[in-house]
């Protein structure tokens, strides 16, 4: 790819579109409409098109503004203080303003609303009991909004970044059956939302802000690649997201066919039971970190489209720092394990999804470590299945390797290593399936939970990286890079890097 | 004598079995009178039923007539096409079969049934196929033929199918009818009453009839002439009351002299020993040597003609030891 | 007279019979009433059209079938309510020979093992002493050793039937139940099989119970015999009686009906109107009166009673005296 | 023929409760935990467990058997654990794509397999029952999503006829449909073929020729319609195996239909959706065969009278 | 001319020239040795078997090891059918995948028809109620889709090569039981069956001995077809991602895999895709030499 993200570039650049609607072609399906109560990141990107939020992340991943105009937070990380932008609509015709944001509050944190964004604010305790992270909402004026937080929580602001607004008279009309009703801020209009097939936008002529370019958009979910290829071609889709990496070639031939990457926060890597005997050496969780040659899975895996993992965390994560990288070197992998005793190797299972992807990656692992005598047996289940087999008291854990992947839709360090590291986060309570201990990591945590200073974060999270890099509770194997395709008549839509695709700002070329 | 209806002369007829032509009816010729029935008779197996399919044209298709003519009226039938075959068969020809039940389509109505051949062969409108088609079943002495028009197979008797299957049969008023065994399914008292129907037709219409059986008692209650046929072959023809009188043949012997007669008294029977040879291994020479009390060399050597015994020519046989010795064995 | 060794009393079955897909189901009575004797060394056959009952009446003497009602006594022991394994073995007593020589010989059975299965079942022989004596009944009944080993497709239907005779005869049965043993055979060989049932009667003194259509067939092999119409016996008299003096109008069709092989021969024919009732719907009164040329409006009503009009001759007809 | 339909109705409403609770008990017997599969990976134990409650997972399984049990006599199916839409807001869409379908493809499948049968049987032995079994044999013998798969990239992809997925017009349903019919095409021709030939070996057929009856009245107007019985008894039985073919069809051709749904439900343990959807293939099923069974008691009489 | 033979009016048969005897066995095989398309089916059968046992012996590529520098290559003098996206020999891993894709599918239709025939037996012979059960039971399991009662058994029992056979086993299990149920219902028809009641054989006697050899021939027919559904099924589980889908090839997961590659490298879905193709035509096309070959009434 180009510093533009091309992979490949139209060059047909002056095709023009025959209609003003924009098709997009997605892989999983548009399970949600209520943006409270979103399952996955294309939910995410629908209800964008309908909901705004306080704050957003720009294509640079900075926050911005968006519904609020501006914002303060205090200096002990507590109180946060929003303008509000005066004069905005919902699509009902009534009035954004704080009354609308606490009324969203309000109705997230219902219990009986039985709605995902709940945990955002709602801790549940060991006893049953429930901790409120936030203290306290008021609204001083219409277009002001102070939020006090109980405890300091650096990932706040980001949280926001999630939660949308959404028409207090619409929410009272409807209720929880919203979802088949949208009623928001955005650019769009929903017009209609069949889960399973398709969910259709008009251009929003209220709207704000600057309004977009196309008429309708048109959300197509079709699950086989191969199929949404061929939509791309014949031009029944005008985006399609994501393109596998083998599918690049079969595109190439089309002339007015771009196909572009974006840098993702996805993780992938292995995690390894540190309790278990023959993992508990550090030599070998090394050893077998220097028995994978990454860049091979990159071009495996994804043609070439990813990076090396460089820390536990991809680049894109606030206060990420570059680790030594374990090269590819099967010598002193062998080494290692000689040290560690083990020069015969041992057996171990390798757990992981059943996706012909994820079976190619854990097949590709099994491949590696035979080269130092570790012999991998891959066991790819269901997804349901291994959270079952994962989530189990420490004494019954069977766990020995996962074949797994994170990205922390908050973008935040302490999002990206908490539940899967943090000591007392091993199952059955959290995803530390490492069964990471360290208490020097722990605490490095908790400090830059404590405070939005970004300096004082960065030195707690580079330590905390450094700790766990070393230690090699994981396979580090690397961050692939989101692969969509466009018509090149088509501009203004783009994927994030948490995989959620924008089309605010659509334009077709005519 | 008066013009011969159908007119069987050298007919064969053969069948490929694995490959290879197996001959079921050889050099077989008859001849039918308006108004005649004709019986056949012989064993199961002996190609009765193949020589009035060659008849109607209505062969298996791992069939062919290598050899012979079939006239009707002077007609030659092997000439005719499809379509011609096609426009004789049920009007100049009809046939009805062993199995009444069987022989008529379960799914469709009788109605339905006996007008499709009328409607066929004539140029009817449906009101006046469907009067005919009262009037035939009424002629056959079916008792409430608008009952029976209406029903399915199924819902008749035996009895009342074959003489459904007459009624078709007779509904384009044929010259000939072939009866391939019409009354073998049927008990006693039933097939009293069908073999009085078949008289009374050929008596009113002078239809001239095949017969095909394998039960003497019917030939000799039903039919002026008899051909008797083993393995493909005719071995004995006659007039019917010649033929019961003083069989010539050692089969037709044989045959006659196996049947148990009512009111007899005989308390053991003679029989033929052995069984019919297979079509395949045929012996070469007379078909029936291996199981003829009379055989001699000759007779598994070569096999006889069939020729004339008497003067007036209506006797035939086919036997060495008749030929050489000129008198019966 | 000796004690008879098979007696029948008042036996009925009847069977549910499929009605159609939109209606109920109806009773079919396939035999009703039926009773008569069988004496040791006699040959008594039933005779009577297709669907009368005379398989039925056949298979319950055999125990395949249970009566719903009526007693079966054989030697002087009442079998019809045995079970199923009290019965086996009584099996080797009565033996049964069917109609059918193809279907009722299992294709996939060599000949030996087809006709040394009785043996296996009912005796302790070992396995050479059961192929000799196989040899020895496929002798007794007119074929080789060799064809011991061949399987039954390999015969034509004399010798089939010839190897279900010696199948039966295996286990030296006191009664052979032969139900139309030859009317699917040709007539030269049905001549072959019949001398061969006699001859087997003279030479092992066996009691034959002979179900045939056929009353030129009956008329050869039996001592007594038992017309059958609609599921009951009309008439029993012996051999000659019955074919002399047959008293019943419906026995008198029958004989009226067969065709003579005579062309000289010219009889007067009682022709019988109509068909056979339905068995599920019998008619009332005489069951024969549909049918019969004298009926009266008391034929219409009243079930005849069966009289014995001559010694072992038994009419059920209300006028036994008519003649034509 | 009231009476008939009813007492085989008022029958099939043991078998339904037999099978929801096969049904409920297999559905929970499956390992995995929706409660965790909704909360995601880095949720806490507590936070799953106040799923869990949310969704009702927590009490005794009879008592949630009881619990469905009411819900299906008053009608509430409960709702999708995906979103919280009712069972059957989540289903209703989805049933017309896979009914259109399963009907397109039954109705192609049936027209073309019994034509290449019938065509077989007439042609016994010769060059086109030859070609004829082929085709049908070929049918079977693919795994329709390769066939999906090919079909796209020759009549999408490589000639741009017909459109890749989605069902907006009917010209959308004919790639599907012929990779869902393929398989039951090929079943139908085979077995219309050894009807036809038996039926054609028939007695009343050889009484059809001996009328004079031109050959194509012979075979459509005797042989077929009697083989139509037996066909019609296997083409019911085929109906059931269609919907496990939808589910592939659906997935290659982006369909929104039930087979799709079914599957996804089955790995999200979305136990109220997967229950709804599996008593409903079984009544379809079951109604299926009971049109069959009436539709062969009014093609053949002899069942239909005494 | 004199009687040459008056003396016995039972005439011995014995004397009589039989055709040749012939073991059922070698007719058999002389009728089937005509049908051209089955023979050559049998024997492209058997070459697949044989391939599985051997395979691995023979193939020129060690099936596992992968070659990052020849990925996905196309047919070459080098990999006669190119290679898959590990750099594969994709001929030595279809040649060795036989072994698994056969075990498991010939082995999923054993153990099916080995229940549905016992069951169908029982239900046939016995009738009544039992016949009732064992149909209904049947029929609760005809009205899941096959596919995905096999999903649901893979779920449960998890994923793997021995659960794909033992779902496909299961959905073999009713339609066996349906087929070897008719069967037997008309066999116990059979004047024969009657006859040996008639010889006081027993009820086990008359199922095992004169009942279950009559169910043989389409119990073969079907076995030969349902191998071929469950070559498909497996590989159609793989699709959807439940197939047996381990390190070691099988022909269902080369499919399913290949099919992303559709444009890049077809040969990855093509090869895979015709030797299934060719494996399950050659067992239903063996199925039906066999089933002409056994029906008297095509002979
Ligand atoms: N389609 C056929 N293919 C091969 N052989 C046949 C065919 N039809 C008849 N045959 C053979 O031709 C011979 C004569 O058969 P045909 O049906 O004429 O006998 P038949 O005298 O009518 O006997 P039956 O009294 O049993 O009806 C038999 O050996 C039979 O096997
Ligand atoms: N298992 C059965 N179920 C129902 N009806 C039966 C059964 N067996 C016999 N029947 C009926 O009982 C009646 C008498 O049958 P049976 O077989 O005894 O007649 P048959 O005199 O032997 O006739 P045939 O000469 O045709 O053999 C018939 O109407 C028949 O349909
Ligand atoms: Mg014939
Ligand atoms: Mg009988």
Redesign the interface.
């Known amino acids: 790819a180009d510093e533009n993200g091309y992979i490949v570039k139209a060059t047909n650049e002056d095709s023009k579109s025959s209609d003003n609607d924009l098709v997009i072609a997605i892989e999983g ?1 548009v ?2 409409m ?1 943006p409270a ?1 979103i ?1 996955d990141t294309n939910a995410i990107s629908a209800t964008r098109g309908v909901y705004e939020t306080l704050v957003s992340f720009d294509d640079n991943q900075e926050l911005v503004g968006k519904l609020a105009e501006s914002w303060e937070i205090s200096d002990d990380s507590l109180t946060y203080t929003f303008k509000l932008r005066q004069g905005v609509k919902f699509q009902d015709g009534t009035d954004f303003n704080a009354a609308a944001f606490k009324a969203n509050y309000d109705r997230v944190v219902d219990k009986d609303n ?1 709605l ?1 964004q709940r ?1 955002t604010f709602i801790i ?3 006893d ?1 009991s429930e901790t409120s992270r936030v203290e306290s909402i008021e609204t001083p004026d219409d277009y002001t909004v102070v939020i006090k937080l109980a405890k300091a929580w650096a990932p706040f602001i980001n949280r926001l970044t999630q939660f949308c607004m959404i028409s207090p008279a619409a929410l009272e009309e409807y209720g ?1 059956d919203i ?2 009703h949208p009623c928001g801020t955005g650019p769009y209009v929903c017009t209609e939302w ?5 969910t259709s936008f008009a251009r929003n002529e209220e709207y704000w802000g600057e309004k977009p370019g196309v008429d309708t958009v048109t959300i ?8 949404r ?3 791309l ?2 031009g ?1 889709a005008d985006f399609i997201y994501p393109t ?1 990496s ?2 690049i ?2 595109i190439k031939g089309t002339d007015d066919v771009n196909i572009l990457t974006a840098d993702s926060n996805i993780m992938r890597y292995v995690t390894l039971n540190m309790d278990l005997e023959q993992l508990s050496d550090v030599k070998v969780r090394q050893a077998m970190n220097y028995a994978i ?1 990454k860049d ?1 899975y990159i ?2 895996m994804y043609s070439g489209y990813g990076k090396p993992a460089t820390s536990v965390v991809p680049s894109i994560i606030g206060g990420y720092e570059e680790q030594e990288a374990y090269t590819y070197d099967v010598e002193k992998a062998k080494e290692l394990m000689k040290e560690a005793g083990y020069e015969d190797g041992f057996k171990l299972t390798l757990w992981g999804d ?3 992807q994820e ?2 990656g854990m ?2 692992i ?2 590696q470590l035979a080269q130092i005598g570790i012999e991998v ?9 291994v ?3 994962i ?1 189990v008291d420490k004494d019954e854990a069977e766990i020995n390797m996962w074949y ?1 992947n ?1 990205s922390a839709s908050d973008f935040t360090m302490d ?1 990206s290593l ?3 590291l943090y000591s007392s ?1 091993c199952p ?4 530390n399936t490492a069964y990471f201990n360290d208490a020097d990591f722990d605490k490095d945590l908790d400090e830059g939970l404590a405070t939005a200073n970004e300096e004082e974060q960065a030195k707690y999270y580079g330590d905390a990286q450094k700790i766990a890099w070393e230690a090699c509770p994981w396979l580090f194997l690397g961050n692939d890079q989101i692969i969509y395709s466009t018509k090149s008549y088509l501009s203004g839509v783009y994927v994030s890097p948490d995989g959620a695709f924008n089309f605010a700002n659509a334009t077709l070329a005519q | 004598m008066a013009e011969k209806l159908l007119e069987v002369k050298n007919l064969r007829t053969e069948f490929k079995r694995d490959k290879t032509w197996v001959t079921a009816v050889n050099n077989v010729s008859f001849s039918i009178q308006p108004g005649e029935i004709l019986g056949l008779v012989g064993e199961s197996g002996c190609g009765k039923s193949v020589t009035s399919l060659s008849v109607m044209g209505l062969l298996a298709r791992n069939s062919k007539i290598s050899n012979g003519e079939i006239l009707l009226n002077g007609k030659d039938l092997l000439k005719e096409d499809k379509k011609g075959m096609r426009k004789i068969r049920g009007r100049e020809v009809a046939m009805i079969f062993q199995e009444p039940m069987n022989s008529l389509n379960p799914c469709m109505r009788i109605e339905k049934q006996l007008t499709e051949a009328i409607l066929l062969h004539n140029n009817f409108s449906k009101e006046e196929a469907h009067n005919r088609a009262f009037e035939v079943l009424k002629s056959v002495g079916i008792p409430e033929p608008d009952m029976t028009l209406k029903s399915y197979p199924h819902q008749l008797s035996g009895g009342m199918c074959q003489r459904v299957m007459i009624a078709m049969a007779m509904s384009c008023e044929p010259e000939l009818l072939i009866a391939d065994e019409p009354t073998t399914a049927l008990d006693v008292t039933i097939q009293a009453q069908i073999l009085e129907l078949m008289e009374e037709i050929r008596a009113k219409k002078n239809t001239g009839i095949l017969m095909i059986t394998h039960d003497l008692g019917v030939v000799a209650e039903m039919c002026s002439r008899v051909v008797v046929m083993y393995a493909g072959r005719i071995v004995e023809e006659a007039p019917v009351h010649d033929l019961f009188a003083d069989p010539k043949h050692p089969y037709t012997q044989g045959l006659i002299g196996s049947v148990p007669k009512l009111g007899s008294g005989v308390e053991s029977l003679p029989s033929i020993p052995g069984s019919v040879p297979d079509l395949s291994v045929m012996p070469k020479g007379c078909k029936f040597a291996p199981r003829c009390k009379y055989a001699t060399d000759i007779c598994h050597l070569q096999e006889p003609e069939l020729v004339s015994i008497n003067e007036a020519g209506t006797r035939k046989c086919r036997c060495h030891l008749l030929n050489k010795s000129g008198k019966e064995a | 007279m000796s004690e008879p060794l098979l007696s029948v009393k008042n036996m009925k079955k009847t069977f549910q019979a499929n009605g159609g897909m939109f209606s109920k189901k109806k009773l079919v009575h396939a035999v009703n009433d039926v009773s008569f004797d069988i004496y040791p060394g006699e040959t008594f056959s039933l005779v009577g059209e297709s669907g009368c009952g005379k398989s039925t009446t056949g298979k319950l003497i055999d125990h395949l079938i249970i009566p719903d009602s009526g007693e079966i006594w054989f030697e002087g022991k009442e079998i019809s309510k045995l079970t199923e394994k009290e019965m086996r073995s009584l099996r080797s007593d009565i033996q049964m020979v069917f109609q059918d020589p193809y279907g009722s010989l299992n294709p996939r059975m060599k000949v030996q093992d087809l006709i040394g299965e009785p043996l296996l079942i009912h005796t302790n022989m070992s396995a050479g002493e059961r192929l000799k004596k196989v040899h020895e009944l496929l002798g007794t009944v007119g074929l080789s050793p060799s064809h011991g080993e061949r399987y039954p497709h390999e015969f034509s239907g004399g010798q089939r039937q010839r190897i279900g005779i010696a199948r039966a005869l295996t286990v030296q049965p006191k009664l052979i139940i032969a139900d139309e043993p030859v009317s699917a055979l040709d007539v030269s060989i049905q001549a072959q099989v019949l001398n061969l049932l006699q001859q087997l009667q003279k030479d092992f003194n066996l009691t034959y119970l002979f179900i045939s259509h056929d009353l030129s067939v009956v008329e050869m092999i039996s001592d007594r015999i038992g017309v059958m119409y609609l599921g009951t016996i009309v008439e029993t008299a012996p051999k000659k009686e019955l074919y002399a003096n047959p008293r019943h109008p419906y026995t008198r069709a029958l004989l009226s009906a067969v065709p003579i092989p005579d062309p000289d021969l010219t009889k007067e024919r009682i022709t019988l109107k109509g068909d056979l009732p339905s068995p599920s719907n019998p008619p009332s009164g005489c069951l024969f009166h549909t049918r019969c040329p004298h009926c009266t409006e008391k034929c219409k009503t009243q079930v005849p009673t069966p009289v014995e009009i001559a010694p072992g001759h038994i009419v059920k007809c209300h006028y036994p005296e008519l003649t034509e | 023929m009231g009476r008939y339909l009813g007492k085989r109705l008022v029958s099939t409403i043991p078998l339904l409760l037999v099978i929801s609770f096969v049904v409920f008990m297999f559905i929970h017997m499956i390992p995995g935990d929706p409660a965790r599969l909704i909360a995601g990976q880095d949720a806490t134990k507590e936070d799953v467990a106040v799923v869990r409650e949310q969704l009702g997972l927590d009490e005794p399984l009879l008592v949630q058997y009881g619990q469905y049990m009411k819900g299906l006599f008053t009608g509430d199916l409960g709702n999708s654990i995906k979103n919280g839409k009712t069972v059957a807001e989540t289903i209703a869409p989805r049933l017309k794509p896979t009914i259109m379908l399963t009907f397109s493809s039954m109705i192609w499948a049936a027209i073309i397999g019994i034509a290449i049968g019938i065509i077989a049987a007439v042609f016994h032995g010769r060059i086109l029952d030859y070609v004829g079994m082929v085709i049908a044999i070929a049918g079977i013998s693919v795994p329709s999503f390769w066939l999906g798969l090919e079909l796209i990239q020759l009549f999408s992809v490589g000639l741009g006829w017909l459109p890749t997925s989605g069902l907006e017009t009917w010209k959308s349903y004919i790639l599907p449909s012929l990779t869902m019919g393929a398989g039951i095409m090929a079943v139908l021709a085979r077995f219309s073929r050894s009807s036809m030939l038996e039926t054609m070996r028939e007695d009343y057929v050889r009484t059809a020729r001996a009328k004079g009856l031109s050959e194509s009245l012979v075979v459509m107007r005797h042989a077929f319609k009697n083989s139509l019985i037996e066909i019609v008894t296997v083409a019911g039985l085929q109906i059931g195996g269609l919907l496990s073919g939808s589910v592939m069809a659906e997935t290659v051709f982006s369909i929104p239909g039930l087979g799709r749904l079914l599957v996804d439900s089955i790995q999200l343990r979305d136990y109220k959706v997967v229950q709804a959807l599996l008593l409903f293939f079984a009544t379809e099923y079951i109604l299926i065969n009971l049109v069959v069974d009436v539709l062969y008691g009014v093609i053949n009489p002899r069942v239909r009278y005494e | 001319m004199a009687d040459k033979n008056t003396t016995s009016t039972i005439n011995l048969a014995a004397a009589e020239e039989l055709p040749k005897a012939q073991s059922k066995f070698k007719e058999f095989v002389k009728k089937f040795m005509k049908r051209k398309t089955a023979v050559i089916s049998l024997a492209f059968i058997v070459f697949i078997i044989l391939m599985a046992i051997i395979g691995p012996y023979v193939v020129p590529y060690d099936p596992q090891a992968p070659d990052y520098t020849a990925m996905m290559q196309g047919p070459s003098a080098a990999h006669i059918w190119g290679t898959n996206e590990y750099g594969q020999d994709v001929f030595s891993r279809l040649m060795v995948g036989t072994r698994l894709s056969l075990t498991c599918a010939l082995t999923a239709t054993i153990i099916g028809t080995a229940l549905g025939v016992v069951l169908g037996l029982i239900a046939g012979f016995y009738g009544g109620i039992i016949d009732s059960l064992i149909m209904r039971c049947c029929d609760v399991l005809f009205a899941f889709p096959d596919i995905l009662l096999a999903i649901a058994v893979v779920a449960i029992i998890g994923q793997g090569m021995v659960n794909v056979m033992i779902a496909v086993a299961v959905f073999t299990v009713p339609s066996f039981a349906r087929i070897i149920r008719s069967a037997t219902i008309s066999v116990k028809q059979a004047p024969y069956v009657e006859v040996a009641r008639s010889l006081g054989c027993s009820n086990m006697r008359i199922l095992f001995v004169h009942i279950f050899p009559g169910t043989i021939q389409s119990m073969i027919v079907n076995f030969t077809m349902r191998v071929g559904t469950a070559i498909l099924a497996a590989s159609s589980l793989s699709f959807l991602g439940f197939g047996a889908n381990v390190t070691e090839p099988d022909w269902g997961s080369m499919l399913s895999t290949g099919r992303n590659y559709l444009n890049t490298a077809p040969h990855m879905v093509l090869f895979p895709g015709i030797l299934i193709f060719l494996t399950v035509l050659a067992f239903n096309l063996l199925g039906d030499g066999l089933r002409d070959t056994l029906d008297p009434k095509m002979n």
Request: hydrophobic share 25%; net charge negative; charged share 25%.
């Open positions: 399906s399970s949600s209520d109560n399952p039985n995902r945990r549940a305790n060991a049953g929880n979802m088949n069949e889960e399973g097939d398709h197509r979910e079709v699950p086989e690649a191969g199929a290829t061929a939509m071609q014949t029944e596998p083998d599918q070639e079969a040659d091979a071009q495996l059943n996706t012909t079976i190619k097949t590709f099994s491949q047996e891959v066991q790819p289940m269901e997804p349901a299945t959270g079952d087999k989530y797994v994170w999002g908490r539940s899967l986060m059955p309570t959290s995803a």
